[in-house]
């Protein structure tokens, strides 16, 4: 189970949005559109010129819409200014970003001045002017653009294209910081809803789910059917703005045991069995849908409100819990660069790695000696490769955050493509226990604990050198 | 027509809070609440410390939200917070009160570093921490316990009860501040739905339109039924949150004429007619149903949406209008203190005022000069006595702000004792046409000018010295 | 708890409609309005010549739709008639009613050829050919009003109003037989919908419950919101076709013992309980609301599945009871026309009704001993006063026939004016035991054999003689 | 447009069913399952043994349905007989419509005993007797078995699998008629809800269009959705006790002009144009969905509602036609086994329906002078080739008796292998014109006229054999 976007931002709230680091507030950023025609006033070609005035004409828009004219017709400006802005062409849109970062943004002087005033009366008042002064002026026109109809879209959809370009547009990051601010007041839990999603629910709504599902990609109508039988369940957080989008959807499939391998629950001809006698609510699948609402999280509430469901529903459930991959484990052991020697020969791990991704599926040219190398590597890498105080891979990121435990490693657990290029194959149960849940995120928070089985940690105890080294080392031991 | 609530910072946006202005950032409040336990170990009754003690388990609660745990287990954890917090008495209530003023606060301090740090480099990371310095603490509290079952409609309990309070507790206004900032990006217009209210709703919304309305009281269900008959409308605006409480609702009257008297529409005895037949689509009352909402307008919104929808239905609607009171109109005659003297007898306003207040409804013994004196009056205070640049009258400042046309005055238009005692009787008729109403309101915004009929420009206009013969009168007094 | 019609045929489908009994197939039913119109010429005043016009007008619509041209344009030319019917007036109903027993009925003749021929050769096709020929054309023309957008609606309606006339005109029973007949059809149990009634629902709704409670009538909102709360249920039958209209209602206590006073659970201003502490569901009224489907019955279903439903919602639920007049026991007493005698003081029964219901209500004028020779008088009454072989009290055979058990009786259990008219102020519980229910309606439906609880048979086992030392009080008069 | 059973009785109602013309009601029927048994218990094998048995344990539950019990249990014994029917295999549901139509049939001698009592005293007492006598007790056990959760689609789904088997088991016709007359009963017109199918609408729902469009076969998902595109519609019945079933769907394509050509139509990749400019409405398919309700008409019904409502939408509409196949033509050519002679060439029909048949569908090897003569011959197919009085096409007939006009013969309009084997490549647009709709069909009913343009009257006038032998006729007169 992974959030489509390995970005671990995305999942995590405490993290201070990146994008906002580099230093845009600078006068730069006050070149006007008008300032930036007339320089280029020469060489443009007539299609720049074109997407120039389509861009000015939204800003336009904007500005009434923030205008004294914006508070009495507010609903009729706002829904010009989707309208315009969805009429865009890729170069207008561009455009209009730069003016959004450059127009509707805060005045250093300003703030420096308020920020003076509240240094020599830190009093109530000059604090409600500071707060005031350090909130651009895009933060108030986001907010009159959600009156207009299909408001709040339009300006997720503004986010999704806008952080396409960020890499290339560092100083577009302020304008990325508001809405994202606005994101996570307007999105709150409070007011999402869940709703399971069934065979009878809209196709619209399906459709969606075919679009967006990016960890175990449903391959038709067909496969999406039998993901909604009876021994599977899919629900979905929907907000009240966005009635037919879901914004992050998970897959369940009950089972009598914990499932270590992906292949079977995906196939469209497995037989349905009674979600009655299953004792295991699997994960495996989770997806954010909504690019545009990146780095609000809900992935972590909708896990925990989907086991509280289920567990009302089929009192017999025993065990919740994903299967996730390791996308980053490959990559790690590529970078590690050494070798691993078994049985007196010696592999490169780039070996090892090419053998599994040219294998047959079924039978997979690694001896098992090899096999408990790799599983004892994976364990490694999940327990002790990190980046701060947490683990590097962010799968493992995300499930510890929320409080799980890292119960299980299956070796060809996932021998999709995808699955043996990132994961060398391997799944991962994490086990969500409610009543440690708690307690688990806490210890991870503070001090990076990882809750892990009895078996993962002995697994990633084993000194890799030392097992090389010694000959005698017994294979039952792994 | 008028907001039910005097207070013209209701139903404008642009006025910063007004409770915000007292020096409240200062030391003094980070008093926390062993302190005060502490300071008044020795003579407080049993009561008192019964409450305190609830108090500190619900902030201890509020605390548990905001650390850590809160992040994983927010939802049952701002479920515990709201019903801790419903089950307090008012004692109890008061303290958590003076709790949340003082902890979940800003430091100062902190603030002024961060301002520095801008001072010295105005980079986005730099303007980013300095935004995050001047947000409380208490606006993510406020966040997280909005995911709780019933979290809203908690919340906006909350601020109801803390403006209760505030009059009496000015260093509280900081909380409110951050309620009303919340609720400000919460409940925007773009999330609200309009709907109509028939006999067909449920009556448990029903039965709120019975509590709240403050304009004209509802006189139980046979009343209702009569205002919700085919020659009336009621439209409400809903939020997701909340979606048994309508948040403002507006009362229609469909008429063949635009009419000047309010008892003859509420009579539940009055024939229906057929709405086809009608041209006029009269507003005769609009109600803000959540006091915890104060400061969030919905009104301007509301009334134009309605004149759209009601245009639609009924195509030969010609004009849309407000059957409204002059709220301070007697007031303010009795302040003027002055006579008025007519058929060379002179008589105190206090002495017309008792008359009116004290005479049977269809034959006032007001003489017909007088009663034309009275309406001069009239015209020229809401045409001419202000408060800053735009008229004193409260329910002339909303409609006007909102682009309407101050049409017609309506001599005995309310003979109920508050439309005696209040308005003098009189009732405005204020006129929305929507291809003027922007004009209306950036003239009104920008200069403070009144767009009135000229009936209303001609009363308006006499000079009252000619009238009473009085030269001493000073011409600024009026 | 009562059907608030006392005429058993409403709740009984076993019996053959007593209206079709009456030899209306005779040749005077030929008589067509034409010579109706006829032979009335001279006398008749003009409004009765109006009445027939418009009568006529209607007979004329209901004529095209059962042509060829209703094949087509069935729906346009139903609800023509279904419009001009109701525009009837009472005078011209009656002589659409004259019609449509003369004009849609059967032609005995062809009813005779088809039995001779079915009596020639009993093939299918002759039996097919008499099927029809026994159908009256009515009953097609009644289908195909039923296309009409509220056609159904007007049907019920239409028999509502028939029925008050049968009296007086036996010879509309078939157009009775008919219409009911129909809709035993399209009101089968499969087709309507339970749906529980609360505070919640559309005052549409609720309004009709406040019109159509029979049983204790409900005074005003207040009354009928204290009956939706927590502790209370109602529930009641849907049909799609008449989406605002409830065809029956239950009204339901939850309480923690088995109540014997009415006037307790109606007071409104009695305390909310908790219903999950409570172990009995207390049927304290139903009502049928649709007197135009008299003889289709729905309140042996209800009951069913309203027990059904309470035992999933209330697991702890044991009891499931009535609260029951004992609507004929006064007026079986009065014709008794005896005296009883009691400590060798003799009262007619005639002075002790009266006395009851002179009493005031909380301490009856009626002595113990009395009391219990009432009491014994009513358990004879429940018991042994038949009509046919079932028990002569109208609600007895009702919850009888569904399988209850008489188990309790209550003395002064209601005390309200009618209560004291007609039951002498009993109550009486019927208990329903789903296990037993089957049985006891077997045995109720075979011998006429009435399940009683021991205390009640053996208060009407106790011979009044011993009792009263009447040597000549024959036995067969109980 | 053709309903997808060729048989016309399924969308006439007047025919009487065909099915229920076997003389089924002998002795013969009175064989009851203990006799079937009896004689079979020699030879037969385990398997039907087992069948028996299972068929027995449903009769026996249907006994206890209609017995006592069931007046108390009715829903519970209900469900019984549905799970236990349900439950059911091949030989076992064989076995068991035996019984149905043995056990619960009409007693012939008690039919003739009423019929000689009417014979003898035509009264209304004795007419109802013989209604009774007359109505098999069958039609009470399915009103009970109606009664069931899921009972009405149980029902629905009995017949279709009866239907399946009645031509090898006609002593079964008198079972089908009874289902036949409640289905006519219960799903009347008024109780049917128009809905519009869209691509919001449930996939449990779209998934049915897929499996039961019959005219245009839908080529899974992606087709679908074209067809619900902006310039599409599509319109179900649905009836309340069947909610998540069409009984009949139609689909219609917005366009400029009168479409002659199918394959357009259904191309996926058609351009989606905008609904506001289309003139056209063509109904280019309809579909019924429930096999067990045939002989149950909804498609008359349909088209009417559709094309009212398709006229409010959209008020530029001038044309409603379908684009129909002649599915009887090619059929009809060939039996005629004459030959056409053309340019002094003679050729055998046979010839040119195969040339057709193998030819590429854009150039078909068909010169212009045998595709005149070959439209000519469709159009007095059309107009002349008769089944008693009305035209032997069974497509034709359905939309000349709903009052459509024949109005243009298209060439090559439908190039699908199954347009062109039984409709020689011909669509045909019929025209609904609402004004006229109830002449055209009052006149087809009464004298079997058929409505058609001049062109197709012209068309169909021409003699045949003149025109061959005429060689000065100009090719253009064709």
């Not at 299909?150 to 997720?156: C, D, Q």
């Not at 004792?279 to 509430?301: D, H, K, M, P």
Request: hydrophobic share 40%; charged share 25%.
């Amino acid at each position: 189970m992974r959030a489509h976007v390995s970005d671990p931002d995305r999942t995590q709230d405490k993290t201070a949005p990146p994008h906002a680091r580099s230093n845009a507030a600078g006068p730069a950023h006050r070149q006007s559109l008008g300032r930036v025609l007339q320089s280029l006033i020469g060489p443009i070609d007539a299609r720049r010129s074109h997407a120039i005035r389509d861009a000015r004409r939204v800003v336009e828009r904007c500005r009434a819409l923030l205008s004294e004219r914006g508070e009495v017709s507010g609903a009729r400006l706002a829904n010009d200014v989707t309208q315009a802005y969805q009429a865009l062409e890729t170069a207008a849109r561009e455009a209009f970003f730069d003016d959004l970062a450059a127009e509707f943004s805060l005045d250093p002087a300003d703030v420096g001045a308020a920020a003076d005033a509240f240094r020599a009366d830190p009093s109530e008042v000059s604090l409600v002017r500071l707060q005031n002064a350090v909130e651009p002026p895009r933060r108030e026109l986001f907010r009159r653009i959600n009156m207009a109809k299909g408001g709040t879209a339009a300006l997720v959809d503004m986010r999704r294209r806008l952080l396409e370009t960020l890499a290339a547009h560092p100083e577009r990051a302020g304008v990325d910081a508001d809405l994202q601010k606005l994101f996570r007041s307007w999105f709150n839990r409070g007011f999402l809803s869940l709703q399971r999603i069934e065979w009878r629910t809209s196709a619209l709504v399906l459709e969606r789910l075919i679009q967006y599902e990016a960890v175990h990609q449903i391959q038709g109508w067909r496969d999406l059917r039998r993901r909604l039988e009876a021994d599977r369940r899919c629900y979905a957080f929907f907000h009240p703005a966005l009635p037919d989008e879901p914004l992050i959807f998970i897959e369940v499939a009950l089972t009598r045991r914990l499932p270590a391998r992906v292949q079977p629950l995906l196939d469209p001809d497995s037989p349905v069995t009674d979600p009655e006698s299953a004792e295991c609510a699997l994960f495996y699948s989770i997806t954010n849908c909504q690019e545009g609402l990146r780095g609000v999280s809900f992935g972590n509430f909708l896990i925990k409100q989907v086991v509280e469901e289920l567990g009302r529903e089929f009192p017999h459930l025993r065990t919740f819990a994903t299967l996730s991959p390791v996308p980053g484990f490959a990559a790690w052991l590529m970078n590690r660069n050494d070798t691993i020697t078994l049985d007196r020969r010696s592999a490169t791990l780039q070996s090892i790695v090419e053998a599994l991704g040219l294998s047959q599926r079924h039978q997979p040219p690694i001896d098992s000696a090899r096999q408990k190398q790799l599983t004892r590597l994976c364990a490694r890498y999940l327990l002790h490769d990190k980046r701060g105080q947490h683990p590097s891979d962010a799968v493992a990121r995300f499930h510890l955050a929320n409080g799980a435990c890292l119960e299980r490693l299956n070796w060809m657990g996932d021998t999709s493509p995808s699955g043996l290029a990132l994961s060398l194959g391997f799944t991962v149960n994490y086990v969500y226990r409610l009543p440690e849940v708690e307690r688990n995120h806490e210890a991870y928070a503070k001090t990076g604990a990882v809750t892990a089985s009895r078996e993962i940690q002995r697994l990633g105890r084993v000194d890799l050198r030392t097992d090389a080294a010694r000959p005698g080392q017994p294979p039952s031991s792994a």
